[in-house]
């Protein structure tokens, strides 16, 4: 459908014009999809790995609990447990990703506290295991909830940019298009015009002078 504008040339320079604007940005935005894609499809893979990992290790570390908990008993391992085993920094940052803006998040764990929060006297060497399996743990679900954000950040964008390559392909450029070839149509009419109306008068003036 062809936009409603005056058939002049100017209209016809200002739409050429916005059309050579449409197809470079069309161009741009293909491209920056598609390397949004390319980027999204490396962290879905590693979210992916990470997810798998951390449930085979917390299902290991679950195991090891049960065992804890059948040889201590449950009231002994959460006494033992009741202290935290140490302390943790997290930094939080931004990276900029093909102009998204995502979030970075950096696990800082402190040297000063031990990595068992109790003594060895009455406690199982599985509990030792199932606490030191899960401490290992808190570095990747860090890192798992970074990339699982940046993989949600980066699937709105991609819709939004994939909205817009759609906006411009099916829509603003052949709407243009049709327009530059209706006003071109239209001035080359009235050229046809000018033309015939021109030589009918040189042939009216021909006639009056014989």
Known sequence: MAIRV???RMELTRLKKRLTTATRGHKLLKDKRDEMVRRFMGYIRRNKA???EIEAKLGAA???FAIAGARMGDTAVAEALLSPAREAEIELGKQNIMNVDV???RYKASEETADLPYGFAFTSGELDGAVLDMASLLPLLIELAEVEKTCNMLADEIEKTR???NALEHVMIPEMTETIKYITMKLEDNERANITRLMKVKDMMVDERV
């Open 50 to 52: 990470l997810r798998e």
């Open 163 to 165: 909205r817009r390559v």
């Open 62 to 64: 679950m195991a090891r």
């Open 103 to 105: 979030p970075t998040i």
């Open 6 to 8: 005056n058939p002049t």
